[in-house]
């Protein structure tokens, strides 16, 4: 059974850092482009950045540019998002998303499968 687990999340305060997991089975791990998406309360959730099945390429939202980096190790079968910089609009549920043989876009359709989120919560 294909899973995602996402892990990390947590309030933290204004210029602090957070790392968060993805954790994948039941699936070829490698052969997939993983995502991570956020929504923020009464907004639509919107791309923040994925990562390719052999981790040479990479691509992040104009918002996070800078703050945030991406990472996989296949060996683990988890991804890496880590946070730094945080600001009170980052705070979101962040969602970790696989694409089969996807292309490195931010947009959901382009996703096949879905964790279930993890709260990320920036204040002071």
């Known amino acids: 059974q294909l899973q995602l687990v996402e892990s990390g999340g947590g309030l933290v305060q204004p210029g602090g850092s957070l790392r968060l997991s993805c954790a994948a089975s039941?699936?070829?791990?490698?052969?997939?482009?993983i995502g991570w998406f956020r929504q923020a309360p009464g907004k639509e959730r919107e791309g923040v950045s994925c990562?390719?099945?052999?981790?040479?390429?990479?691509n992040f939202a104009d918002s996070v540019k800078g703050r945030f980096t991406i990472s996989r190790d296949n060996a683990k079968n988890t991804v890496y998002l880590q946070m730094n910089s945080l600001k009170p609009e980052d705070t979101a549920v962040y969602y970790c998303?696989?694409?089969?043989?996807?292309?490195?876009?931010?947009?959901?359709?382009?996703?096949?499968?879905w964790g279930q989120g993890t709260q990320v919560t920036v204040s002071s």
């Open positions: 998303a696989a694409a089969h043989f996807g292309s490195l876009v931010l947009d959901e359709s382009s996703y096949d499968y």
């Open positions: 039941g699936f070829t791990f490698r052969y997939y482009v």
């Open positions: 990562i390719s099945g052999s981790a040479g390429s990479t």
